[in-house]
């Protein structure tokens, strides 16, 4: 007998006009670095020809899904915390739920490609040019892609199927599964079901892929005789395993869950490290940690 919610408020970070201002300055420097941090990823693997091999064309999939995932999330949410645009209608909460996790499954799936691709390069280094041709990246890289998108279109479907009579407060800067399932007035037991399977096969299944290589890649690399060798080896996949690291244990805390219910203000702060500061630390970490990229690098900055 409710009326249905047409539209929701979102609450962002309670606080002070100050308090919520240097979260708007903190959020805007950190979108400004994520997107110049990965275009020049983009950029640099573009101009450089000795970084055309598959590694790379996965970094830049993966640089452009990161300039578009913090994209999807603060521009809105500094309009929230000023106080200018703290509405967002149904079908725009909707839209942006799917569009974010199917962006977050697609980036599992991509970290998990690349595991396998070090896998390749380091157990089978005289092989590897003709195991992973060009062929091969492309249509591990396109179904990355498409298997996010995929994986997340029935779980937006049974979200979008929920009623909301009120209230309209989201408890968050960005519409995520667990506020919609928390205002909700229907039975969410479908759309929690859904959340947890898809994250078992999107996350779990993913994960497995990449410590089952790591595992071999480990393996081999404790086999090579020399101190250098196994430390050329092992700078070769370091910065993919850091982020790794990085993105899977905030994912798992956030969606491998029984029950989206629970702990909404510890989700708001992962979430603020899943979809600002990690897009930020990516191309820093393989910048940093990776001596092509340095080189290719520097040459650019000599050319210029």
Not at 105 to 127: G, Q
């Amino acid at each position: 007998n409710g009326t249905s919610v047409k539209e929701f408020i979102l609450l962002g970070f309670p606080g002070t006009w100050q308090f919520r201002v240097s979260f708007v300055v903190v959020f805007a420097l950190m979108y400004t670095l994520t997107v110049i941090g990965n275009a020049s990823i983009i950029a640099l693997v573009w101009r450089s020809s000795n970084l055309h091999t598959p590694m790379y064309f996965f970094l830049c999939n993966l640089s452009f899904l990161e300039i578009w995932y913090t994209t999807g999330v603060v521009p809105k949410a500094i309009g929230v915390m000023l106080g200018t645009s703290q509405t967002i209608s149904f079908s725009v909460c909707i839209f942006q739920l799917f569009f974010l996790l199917s962006l977050g499954s697609t980036e599992c799936f991509l970290l998990s490609v690349m595991a396998y691709d070090r896998y390749l390069a380091i157990c089978y280094p005289l092989r590897y040019s003709s195991l992973m041709n060009s062929v091969l990246s492309i249509r591990l890289a396109l179904s990355s892609w498409l298997g996010g998108f995929l994986a997340i279109s029935l779980l937006a479907f049974l979200t979008s199927r929920l009623t909301f009579c009120g209230p309209d407060v989201i408890n968050h800067f960005l519409c995520d599964i667990d506020s919609c399932l928390a205002l909700s007035c229907t039975d969410t037991w479908p759309v929690e079901l859904a959340t947890f399977l898809i994250s078992i096969i999107v996350v779990v299944a993913s994960c497995v892929v990449t410590l089952v290589s790591y595992m071999y890649i480990i393996s081999s690399i404790l086999q090579i005789q020399s101190a250098h060798g196994r430390k050329k080896a092992f700078s070769t996949c370091s910065a993919h395993l850091s982020v790794v690291t990085i993105w899977y244990g905030s994912t798992m805390f956030l969606y491998v869950k029984p029950s989206a219910q629970n702990s909404l203000d510890l989700n708001k702060i992962v979430n603020t490290f899943n979809t600002v500061v990690t897009p930020l630390l990516n191309p820093f970490i393989y910048t940093l940690r990776n001596k092509e990229v340095k080189l290719a690098l520097g040459q650019a900055f000599q050319k210029k």
